[in-house]
């Protein structure tokens, strides 16, 4: 009896291959669907809403412009009325003249000026129909301005035949009373009306409380009837949806002029869809193009699958290698911890004994033979000692455990040391290091392996804010009751929103990995903890500026020259 043979692992890796290719394509392709169409929901919506708040945000200030206009145009009939009297008014050649200076004043916004009677007669008339003797007893307008004192009219025939809108006003005088009246510039009043257009599918016009063109529509003529009934008085800007033949519009409305005109913007909505139709299309391509190169990427990362598994294998091997090698670090740590505190007691006694030697051979003076001799080695030894007692300090802090205390010291030697130390790291990047040390500075309260380890990450910071090289000025003086420090560069700079947070722990504006945030927190403790303070300056592209202010002791306000 044969027995089946079992299926190869080739056999069983190319089935593998196989299924994470479909299951990668399908989860490729199903989000990309229905991105697509939720997409066109989405953008669809939310663009018919915009150009809906664009719309009622325009209307709304185009209307406020139109009342300002018709207004100003009111007070300027007002004012010539006003200001002339009856006996000026009715004289052709003034009128002529106040013809032109109302044009003058109102960038044309006239077409004529005439002036009639309480009767209705027309006594006085300039402008280009023949007007003058007519009688307007009968005219609605006329009765208007007899109540109200003051009428702009809707858009009317009149004798002229030709559709128009007056502006009147009735002038009380104690002789007699008379009208004064302007016929409005209509192509002027339609551009302002359509200065604002929304873009393609688009139209504003204003109609009348019984649905009249007061202005051109873009279909249709002014004193024609809108198709759409008319909606109610509103106080606010009203936008709905309406049906216009085969066409679906927005229409956004306002009441202007005492609630007898309606300002009325449209958008198809095809229009506003227009946009996202034609993004889609687009992105329709390009999704296309994407689904190509997606299969052709999937095919290749799947082959290559089995290889990318054995070199995650190889690498979590690595870390799990740099696991063990940081705990090795870390013990040695703490053996340089325990090693350095070991060394230090010996070498204390040691330095001790080397005291006591010294003070036995001065003693004994000029009875010990070599004397000097011994004293000499002595010193040497105690250097070395120092020199011991230096290195452990040096081990401790590397394990971060060390125990530090300020000391009255010169900060001249420790500063110079410190840029022989970082000159050379530095110049490597293409940065120069310099500093200027005040003569005779007096003494002040630190700790030189804290300086140290403060003006080291000063440094470093400047370096880093000088990607392409620059100067990094290191400046010491007295001013006052104190010793300050500068450390400056002429890098980047710091932000002014950054300013405030620079010494937050935790703050940093370096890319992840680059730093922890903990430097100059750190800088500023130690400072503090010394009695001294520190700040910052900084000007964006022009650089910054570290001050480290020192108090100056009181025994030590005398210069060293001076001191007794």
């Not at 025939?157 to 302007?182: Q, S, T, Y």
């Not at 296309?288 to 070199?311: E, G, N, Q, Y």
């Not at 722990?505 to 400072?527: D, H």
């Amino acid at each position: 009896m044969k027995h089946p043979k079992p299926h190869s692992d080739k056999s069983s890796g190319s089935t593998l291959r196989w299924r994470i290719v479909i299951v990668l394509l399908i989860a490729s392709f199903l989000p990309l669907s229905l991105a697509g169409i939720g997409s066109w929901f989405v953008f669809s919506d939310l663009l018919v809403n915009k150009a809906l708040e664009q719309m009622r945000t325009v209307v709304s200030s185009h209307a406020r412009a139109i009342e300002a206009h018709l207004l100003e145009r009111q007070h300027l009939i007002e004012l010539l009325a006003k200001s002339h009297s009856l006996k000026e008014i009715r004289r052709q050649e003034a009128l002529d003249s106040l013809f032109n200076s109302l044009n003058a004043a109102s960038e044309n916004s006239f077409v004529d000026l005439g002036f009639i009677s309480t009767e209705g007669d027309h006594l006085a008339y300039v402008g280009p129909y023949d007007l003058r003797d007519k009688k307007y007893h009968e005219a609605p307008w006329f009765k208007e301005v007899m109540n109200r004192g003051i009428y702009i009219s809707d858009v009317f025939m009149g004798f002229r035949k030709v559709p128009h809108c007056i502006i009147a006003v009735k002038i009380e005088n104690v002789r007699e009373d008379w009208i004064l009246r302007a016929t409005i510039n209509s192509d002027r009043f339609d551009s302002l009306v359509k200065t604002e257009v929304f873009g393609e599918g688009s139209d504003v016009y204003i109609v009348n409380s019984e649905g009249v063109y007061q202005t051109a529509p873009r279909v249709g003529r002014v004193l024609d009837t809108m198709p759409v009934p008319l909606t109610e008085y509103h106080d606010k800007v009203l936008d709905r949806r309406v049906q216009v033949g085969e066409a679906t519009k927005f229409k956004v409305t306002t009441w202007i002029n005492d609630g007898r005109w309606m300002l009325v913007a449209e958008q198809d909505l095809a229009a506003v869809q227009a946009p996202v139709k034609t993004a889609l299309v687009k992105v329709a391509r390009v999704v296309a193009l994407a689904v190509v190169v997606l299969i052709v990427i999937t095919f290749i990362a799947t082959w290559h699958l089995s290889d990318r598994i054995d070199k995650a294998n190889a690498a979590r091997e690595e870390l799990s290698r740099a696991f063990m090698r940081s705990a090795k670090l870390a013990s040695i740590g703490e053996l340089a911890t325990g090693l350095a505190h070991e060394i230090n007691n010996p070498l204390a006694i040691i330095s001790a004994e080397q005291t006591n030697i010294a003070d036995l051979v001065e003693m004994a003076g000029d009875r010990l033979e070599n004397s000097q001799e011994i004293l000499d080695s002595v010193r040497r030894s105690k250097e070395h000692i120092q020199r011991c007692g230096g290195i452990t300090k040096k081990m401790l802090q590397f394990s971060r455990k060390q125990d530090t205390s300020p000391e009255l010291t010169d900060l001249a030697p420790h500063l110079n040391e410190i840029v022989d130390l970082m000159e050379r790291h530095a110049n490597a990047h293409n940065v120069k290091l310099s500093a200027e040390i005040e003569d005779n500075m007096p003494d002040v309260l630190f700790d030189p392996i804290e300086l140290e380890q403060v003006l080291v990450n000063l440094i470093n910071n400047s370096i880093d804010a000088l990607p392409d090289g620059g100067d990094i000025f290191l400046k010491v003086y007295k001013e006052g009751e104190q010793v300050h420090l500068e450390v400056s560069d002429n890098g980047r700079g710091i932000p002014p929103e950054n300013m405030d947070r620079i010494f937050e722990p935790f703050f940093t504006t370096k890319p992840v990995g680059k730093g922890t945030g903990l430097g100059l927190s750190i800088c500023y403790g130690v400072v503090y903890s010394w009695g001294s303070r520190i700040r910052a300056e900084s000007t964006p592209g022009r650089g910054t500026t570290i001050h480290i202010n020192f108090p100056i002791p009181v025994q030590n306000h005398v210069p060293k020259d001076k001191r007794g």
